[in-house]
């Protein structure tokens, strides 16, 4: 069954923003550090941003100053707010529930992923 469900991709014109929300089932959420992912062109996937769970972020280099992500436990969900958007931002973005985030790896590797929400930014 679907364990992460993502939401709000788009396209947005350079400068614009977007907000990203992944809510998984209750014991990925609470088990797991939560981020997001981000492959273009059949790359492997870049980190764009995570959290632990004692509220530690980490973010890309690329978007420091940009990203911002956050959580709902209540509502078992993550979210990536991404301000002044760029051509290079494009890209599909995948929820991830992981035990550890590295800085690059290969999409679906390990642990649960979402299934893609695009991004296109013109």
């Known amino acids: 069954q679907v364990q992460l469900v993502e939401s709000g991709g788009g396209s947005v014109q350079a400068g614009g923003s977007l907000k990203l929300s992944c809510t998984a089932s209750?014991?990925?959420?609470?088990?797991?550090?939560m981020g997001w992912y981000r492959q273009a062109s059949g790359n492997e996937c870049e980190l764009v941003s995570s959290?632990?769970?004692?509220?530690?972020?980490k973010y890309a280099a690329s978007v420091i100053g940009r990203a911002t992500i956050s959580p709902d436990n209540a509502k078992n969900t993550v979210y990536l707010q991404m301000n002044s958007l760029k051509p290079q931002d494009t890209a599909v973005y995948y929820c991830?529930?992981?035990?550890?985030?590295?800085?690059?790896?290969?999409?679906?590797?390990?642990?649960?992923w979402g299934q893609g929400t695009q991004v296109t930014v013109s």
């Open positions: 991830a529930a992981l035990p550890v985030f590295y800085s690059h790896v290969t999409c679906h590797a390990y642990g649960y």
């Open positions: 959290i632990r769970s004692d509220g530690t972020t």
């Open positions: 209750r014991f990925i959420f609470d088990d797991h550090d």
